[in-house]
């Protein structure tokens, strides 16, 4: 009887408690605060493409010459432009919602707010400005429950949409000029883990090359969206 009168007040207790009801529920919107730290001593990344997204959602494939870098990843990796991407994800049914920060230098982590549904996933991507192609990104971080927080890092991929020559006539970023423009020379024509600099042109090596991940992510679940 004891058993029985304990079971029952606790389901009434959860029952009746808004809080948990709150908590409870899969259609509340939240507030993510997504912090991408740039894990590099020199490079710069982009403004990063935060997007919230269902299961089995893709935005490029991995060493696959038949699913080459769609346009919106070889502007994102080539220029550090992200809109185009956004704009073709957001026709995705998978996806809920999406973001774009500002750049993320060495040393000065940049957080992006975010309204998603609970139990979404999270990817996010960026140039690092002194490459021909090359981008971050961290693929399908589950999303944190109230208060708590999740954490990926962000591997290194080549867009296969330029040839990586290391000359500053074809990249954006520091040491090179914005003015000097950002010319375009076909690639290997599928995305894979980028090689790395090798300071065969105008970048130095022992400064912009990198090993392991480039960037880190941190979710951080604010609460309940109340619009």
């Known amino acids: 009887m004891k058993k029985l009168t304990l079971a029952s007040a606790i389901t009434a207790a959860l029952f009746f408690n808004p809080a948990f009801a709150d908590d409870d529920s899969d259609g509340d919107m939240m507030i993510?605060?997504?912090?991408?730290?740039?894990?590099?001593?020199?490079?710069?990344?982009?403004?990063?493409?935060?997007?919230?997204?269902?299961?089995?959602?893709?935005?490029?494939?991995?060493?696959?010459?038949?699913?080459p870098a769609s346009e919106g990843l070889a502007i994102l990796a080539e220029s550090g432009d992200p809109s185009t991407l956004e704009a073709m994800v957001k026709n995705n049914p998978k996806?809920?919602?999406?973001?774009?920060?500002?750049?993320?230098?060495?040393?000065?982590?940049?957080?992006?707010?975010?309204?998603?549904p609970k139990k979404t996933l999270f990817s996010v991507a960026g140039m690092l400005a002194t490459t021909n192609d090359a981008f971050t990104a961290a693929l399908n971080i589950k999303a944190p429950k109230k208060n708590r927080h999740n954490h990926g890092m962000g591997m290194t991929f080549?867009?296969?949409?330029?040839?990586?020559?290391?000359?500053?006539?074809?990249?954006?970023?520091?040491?090179?000029?914005?003015?000097?423009?950002?010319?375009?020379?076909?690639g290997e024509g599928m995305v894979t883990v980028h090689n790395g600099i090798f300071g065969k042109a105008d970048l130095s090596a022992p400064n912009l090359d990198w090993?392991?991940?480039?960037?880190?992510?941190?979710?951080?679940?604010?609460?309940?969206?109340?619009?």
Do not use: Q, W
């Not at 089995?56 to 494939?61: A, E, L, N, R, T």
């Not at 006539?169 to 950002?182: D, K, L, Q, R």
């Not at 090993?211 to 619009?227: D, E, L």
């Open 211 to 227: 090993r392991g991940p480039t960037s880190m992510i941190s979710i951080h679940n604010a609460g309940k969206y109340n619009n």
């Open 158 to 186: 080549d867009a296969g949409s330029e040839k990586n020559n290391e000359e500053c006539a074809y990249i954006p970023g520091p040491p090179c000029s914005p003015e000097s423009g950002n010319a375009n020379m076909p």
């Open 32 to 67: 993510y605060h997504v912090t991408i730290t740039n894990t590099t001593a020199h490079h710069v990344i982009t403004p990063p493409l935060v997007i919230a997204h269902g299961k089995g959602f893709h935005f490029f494939k991995v060493g696959d010459s038949n699913h």
């Open 95 to 116: 996806v809920t919602a999406t973001a774009i920060g500002s750049y993320v230098t060495p040393g000065a982590p940049y957080t992006v707010e975010i309204i998603a």
